[in-house]
């Protein structure tokens, strides 16, 4: 059974910190926690690895997984551009639960999936995820789950759903709120078209507080229903 390391505990935490590190080395699977829910995690730059990460997860190609970054320095080599709206957005919610989807930069030789050229970035707010992720650089991560399933809000549920696909398993208590990331597309705003972020997934970081930092550069809001 691969190792849970309570990061509670300093002296587990040292060990399962080194222990997470070199599994990304060799290509094999964390899950750590991070400020919405627990991720799997693998070398973004490891077509092996992030293949590794699909299969534990269930997934195809056509669903590849976001990256997360440990600053805005990271995000600005990944993206093709970050647009000044994009600037405002992560000033305002980096670190914390807004994915942005951008041009991936072309130079960049790594294999997520099916991207169709983006890239979906995301810095945590969450101490053991920055740290690793400042030492073994930008890891492609998803929600610790089984496709179809409840992301996993402990280190145990990740664990009775992936075992041993995952060599290392950092355990920091239950998610803080449980609660997904918010996705939005911004990638118009660099490929032409109508410039306007799109909402992809609603999580974190709710419209309202979107629209207060782009006010009409986000889509509207989708129609009540019953309100029709």
Known sequence: ????????????????????????????????????????AADAFSASAV??????????????PPVLVAGVATLRALVAEVPESVERLV?????????????????????????????????????????????????????????????????EDAQAMLGDSVAVYLDDGLSANGVASTIIDATSLVGGG??????????????AQLREVLSDLLEPDPEDPSTS
């Not at 390391?5 to 300093?10: M, S």
């Not at 293949?51 to 590849?64: N, V």
């Not at 960049?108 to 920055?130: C, K, N, Q, Y």
């Open 1 to 40: 059974m691969s190792p849970i390391f309570d990061c509670r505990d300093e002296a587990q935490l040292l060990t399962g910190m080194r222990q997470a590190r070199q599994a990304i080395g060799r290509g094999e699977l964390v899950v750590l926690p991070t400020d919405t829910v627990y991720g799997v």
């Open 194 to 207: 109508d410039p306007l972020i799109r909402v992809l997934r609603d999580g974190a970081i709710t419209r």
């Open 91 to 155: 000033e305002a919610f980096w670190p914390g639960g807004l994915t942005i989807v951008l041009p991936a930069q072309p130079s960049l030789s790594w294999d997520l999936g099916e991207t169709r050229g983006t890239v979906a970035v995301r810095m945590p707010a969450h101490r053991i995820a920055l740290e690793l992720l400042e030492e073994t650089g930008p890891l492609a991560v998803s929600s610790a789950n089984l496709t179809g399933r409840a992301a996993a809000i402990s280190a």
């Open 51 to 64: 293949q590794k990460l699909l299969d534990a997860k269930g997934r195809t190609r056509q669903m590849p």
